[in-house]
């Protein structure tokens, strides 16, 4: 059983951010979720965030803050994708999936990242995604976003490293949730047949990548890239 803190999962109320939270609540920590709608999983702090507003964000932190304590884990999940070919793709549906899926996750460890230095404690885990390494055709936007995490943690792992904080990314595969049932019929089945497990992931096999990673178990692992795709990126 590993020391119980407090648990920051941003787009908790549905999805892997739900699944996140469930299993750090079974873990035994404080849970807080960020949720623009819904509400994260029973025994969490449902807080209203928009990942585009670094404002929202540092209102939802106080609000952590004030109700569970000084948040040490820091899970930055919220993310969209905005699918179109190159050729197609509009400024605007480039900007928009960078806005969320990267710069929302400086917001958020910049918000986090004193209170983790005051704690002398921190873990950061990004959810990135096997398409940052592997690429994908219509996923310009939102590759770009997921391999410019690695970087993000890499780098903090730099900074911070020697403060007993780690930051790692998570890259799940394809795993059944909302975001990949939007995907068309074909594109599924292609994706299918190149995953070496034969079959999606759940949502619960990230939850516990990210279980391992803030546990005391993980404590030497930082600037890692966890892969939980079923072999689909051999290790990426
Ligand atoms: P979902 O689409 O099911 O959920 C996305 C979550 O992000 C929701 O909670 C959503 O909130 C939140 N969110 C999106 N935009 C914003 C925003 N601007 N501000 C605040 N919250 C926001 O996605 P998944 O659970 O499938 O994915 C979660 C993460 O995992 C994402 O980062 C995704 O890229 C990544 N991932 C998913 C894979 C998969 O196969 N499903 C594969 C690889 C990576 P709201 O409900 O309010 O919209």
Same mark, same amino acid.
């Given at each position: 059983?590993?020391?119980?803190?407090?648990?920051?999962?941003?787009?908790?109320?549905?999805?892997?951010?739900?699944?996140?939270?469930?299993?750090?609540?079974?873990?035994?920590?404080?849970?807080?979720?960020?949720?623009?709608?819904?509400?994260?999983?029973?025994?969490?702090?449902?807080?209203?965030?928009?990942?585009?507003?670094?404002?929202?964000?540092?209102?939802?932190?106080?609000?952590?803050?004030?109700?569970?304590?000084?948040?040490?884990?820091?899970?930055?999940? +919220?993310?969209?994708?905005?699918?179109?070919?190159?050729?197609?793709?509009?400024?605007?549906?480039?900007?928009?999936?960078?806005?969320?899926?990267?710069?929302?996750?400086?917001?958020?460890?910049?918000?986090?990242?004193?209170?983790?230095?005051?704690?002398?404690?921190?873990?950061?885990?990004?959810?990135?995604?096997?398409?940052?390494?592997?690429?994908?055709?219509?996923?310009?936007?939102?590759?770009?976003?997921? +391999?410019?995490?690695?970087?993000?943690?890499?780098?903090?792992?730099?900074?911070?490293?020697?403060?007993?904080?780690?930051?790692?990314?998570?890259?799940?595969?394809?795993?059944?949730?909302?975001?990949?049932?939007?995907?068309?019929?074909?594109?599924?089945?292609?994706?299918?047949?190149?995953?070496?497990?034969?079959?999606?992931?759940?949502?619960?096999?990230?939850?516990?990548?990210?279980?391992?990673?803030?546990?005391?178990?993980?404590?030497?692992?930082?600037?890692?890239?966890?892969?939980?795709?079923?072999?689909?990126?051999?290790?990426?």
């Amino acid at each position: 059983m590993s020391t119980s803190r407090t648990v920051l999962v941003t787009g908790g109320n549905r999805g892997i951010g739900y699944a996140i939270a469930e299993r750090m609540i079974a873990d035994g920590h404080r849970v807080a979720v960020t949720a623009r709608s819904g509400e994260g999983p029973e025994g969490s702090l449902t807080v209203r965030a928009e990942m585009t507003d670094a404002a929202s964000i540092d209102a939802a932190f106080t609000e952590i803050e004030a109700r569970l304590g000084p948040v040490a884990v820091v899970v930055a999940n +919220a993310g969209i994708t905005r699918d179109t070919l190159l050729l197609r793709m509009t400024e605007e549906e480039f900007t928009s999936v960078i806005d969320t899926n990267l710069t929302g996750t400086f917001r958020v460890v910049k918000r986090a990242a004193k209170g983790l230095l005051k704690g002398r404690f921190g873990r950061v885990i990004l959810i990135s995604s096997v398409v940052g390494l592997y690429g994908s055709p219509g996923q310009i936007n939102y590759s770009s976003s997921k +391999a410019a995490l690695v970087g993000f943690a890499r780098s903090l792992t730099r900074e911070l490293g020697s403060r007993n904080i780690t930051a790692n990314v998570i890259a799940p595969g394809f795993i059944e949730t909302d975001m990949t049932a939007a995907l068309p019929d074909e594109q599924q089945q292609q994706y299918l047949s190149s995953i070496p497990a034969g079959r999606f992931g759940q949502v619960a096999e990230i939850a516990g990548a990210a279980s391992f990673l803030a546990g005391d178990d993980a404590a030497y692992i930082s600037g890692a890239v966890i892969p939980v795709d079923g072999g689909l990126g051999m290790g990426h």
